[in-house]
Each structure stands twice: as structure tokens, then as C-alpha cells.
């Protein structure tokens, strides 16, 4: 085992969330998922050990003498499962991340797949999976982790960089990047965290069992989710950022009422300060619940939002902007 490193990337995710968690997307003709990787970085090295597993963060480190014991640990459980699946020999694995926890912003997927890489090279010298099927991988790991069904978005943002289209179809997802500014796409994007971390798994479960048991508001609220990410898609690649800004707040408004673990007070308040400053429209990132929300604005907008944001105790996330970078590693 060789020392490695790797970085993938945090996403933001305007539309046609959870119908990226199979078979969802399958059950809405015509379904995908739109979202863009943020420059918030989130990054894994390892190191060779003589013996035992070693995890660092920027907040704590702690030692392991099995890969067993790292999967047991409330910290490590997500190395661990990984590591088992790999046969990750004895190392330090060192974890950066530029997100806050349970932001919403797919961090942890970017985790996986940036541990995944760093493996991939530690081991055999070279990149061996392409992003699609390591993506894959780290969805089921995840999936192996929670005991719950989970998507794959994320694992897609990490490592592709840009705006993506994920279409949910027959025998797989097609990726499309979206042709579109990122810069332009920056100055019109604010994100913001609530102070809130968010779990998503518990539910999205809900929502998945509500839509395979066929109930008729599941089924409708998921319907003008997919229109909605038809409508993002088509607005971001003409440029028309307020119409995408709609469409992102359309999108919001068939969401939250998915479940009643969608939205919070923190989240409507920061949505709706937003709103009165003149931002075209908005979402929680991810399944919500905490976490952060985006929103869509004229630029000349910009200041009053966050100045209503930092008295609303939101914490600006200005490096939260679209990024090109893919998974890199070395």
C-alpha cells in the first residue's frame, strides 16, 4: 500500500431529488435530477500502518485495531464499511471536510467516493473504476451502512464537477452535463446553512414507502417534481436564471409537502427573508429537515439577503459556488 489522496466535491441540488433513489425515478416517466458541484471540498489521504486503523479529523482522532472495530464506531462507521469492502490494509485515513456536518449538501457521499479513489490508488497504483461505477459502489455502501434505500446524485456531483442532468432510465442512469456559465450560475446562487444538521435516510424512507404503496399524494407531490427538474434543466441551459429560480421554488413547494419532516422554521424563514429581497425562488438542499438552503437571486439582491440571512443566524457558505473541478487525485 502506497500513501494517496483524493478530493471530490459537495453539490447543490435545485430539483428531482429522491427520484434518483431506485426504482423511483423509473416509476415517473420522463424523471431526473439537476443539481451542480460547489467548491467545498471534501477530501481523504491515506497512509500505511504497521498495524491497525487510525482516523483523523480536524476535530478528533482515534485509534482502531480492526477494521471491525472502525465499522463498530459511531465516527468510523462509514470508513469501516468501505474499508471492509475493499480490504483496506492497516493505515491513517485522514479526513477534510469544507462542509458543516449535515449540511445537506451530499458531503458524506463525497466522502465515500473520495475514499474509494484514495483506496483504488493506494492499493493498485491507478484509478480503476470509472465515476459511474464507483458512484454505484458508494451508493450501496451507503446503502449497506443506513439499511436504507439511498440515490446516487451526489455520488455523481463529487466526482463530474459541473451542473448535471442525471436521467433515470431503463438499465441505468445517462449523466448529461449541462452547458451553462458556472460563473454566471455563482453570482445568481446563494447558499446558506441553518445551524440544523439534517438525516435524510429516515426520510426519504417514508417518502419511498409512501410512493411503492401508491398513495395518491406521494404519487402527485413526486409528478411536479419531475416537471419541475424539466423546467430547471431547460431554464439553466437558455441562461434564464429567474425562470429556473421558479422552478426551484416550485419544486419546494411539491416537496415539503412530502413529509412533514421536509421543512422547519429555520428553513421557512431563511426562504422567506430570501423572498421579500427579491430572490426568484428557493429550496432546503437535499431532503431537508436542517441543513441548508439555496436560492436563486437577481445579484443586485444579494447583500440585503445576507444581511437578513446573518440576523436570522443563517451562516453564509460564500465558497458554496459552482465549480468545474472533478474527483482529483494523486
Known amino acids: 500500500m502506497k500513501p ?134 458508494a451508493r450501496d455502501l451507503e446503502a449497506r451502512l443506513m439499511g436504507l434505500p439511498t440515490g446516487m446524485q451526489d455520488h455523481l456531483a463529487a466526482q463530474l464537477g459541473g451542473a448535471l442532468a442525471v436521467e433515470h432510465e431503463i438499465g441505468g442512469e445517462r449523466v448529461t452535463p449541462l452547458a451553462l456559465d458556472l460563473d454566471e450560475l455563482g453570482r445568481h446562487l446563494l447558499v446558506a446553512y441553518t445551524g440544523q444538521s439534517h438525516f435524510s435516510a429516515g426520510a426519504n424512507w417514508r417518502v419511498i414507502r409512501g410512493r411503492l404503496d401508491g398513495e395518491p399524494a406521494i404519487v402527485e407531490r413526486l409528478e411536479r417534481i419531475r416537471d419541475a427538474a424539466r423546467a430547471v434543466r431547460s431554464a439553466l441551459e437558455r441562461g434564464d436564471w429567474s425562470a429556473a429560480g421558479a422552478a426551484v421554488a416550485a419544486e419546494w413547494q411539491a416537496r415539503r409537502g412530502l413529509s412533514s419532516e421536509v421543512s422547519t422554521e429555520a428553513i421557512e424563514a431563511l426562504l422567506a427573508a430570501a423572498r421579500e429581497r427579491g430572490a426568484w425562488g428557493g429550496k432546503a438542499c437535499g431532503a431537508g429537515g436542517g441543513g441548508c438552503v439555496a436560492v436563486l437571486a437577481p445579484p443586485a439582491a444579494g447583500e440585503a439577503i445576507r444581511a437578513a440571512w446573518r440576523d436570522l443566524g443563517g451562516q453564509l457558505l460564500g465558497n458554496a459556488r459552482p465549480t468545474a473541478r472533478r474527483l482529483e487525485a494523486g
Open 4 to 137: 494517496a489522496r483524493a478530493t471530490a466535491w459537495c453539490r447543490v441540488d435545485f430539483a428531482g431529488g429522491t427520484l434518483d433513489i431506485w426504482p423511483l425515478g423509473l416509476l415517473h416517466r420522463g424523471a431526473s435530477t439537476v443539481n451542480v458541484a460547489v467548491a467545498l471540498p471534501v477530501s481523504v489521504a491515506l497512509a500505511p500502518r504497521a498495524r491497525g486503523y487510525r482516523l483523523v479529523s480536524p476535530s478528533a482522532a482515534s485509534e482502531y485495531g480492526s477494521i471491525a472495530e472502525l465499522a463498530a464506531s459511531h465516527d468510523g462507521a462509514l470508513a469501516g464499511v468501505v474499508a471492509e469492502s475493499i480490504g483496506l490494509p492497516p493505515c491513517e485515513i485522514l479526513v477534510e471536510s469544507a462542509s458543516p456536518r449535515g449540511a445537506g449538501l451530499g458531503a458524506s457521499s463525497a466522502l465515500t467516493v473520495a475514499l474509494l479513489a484514495a483506496a483504488e490508488l493506494a492499493i493498485a497504483g491507478e484509478l480503476r473504476q470509472s465515476p459511474l461505477e464507483r458512484a454505484r459502489s
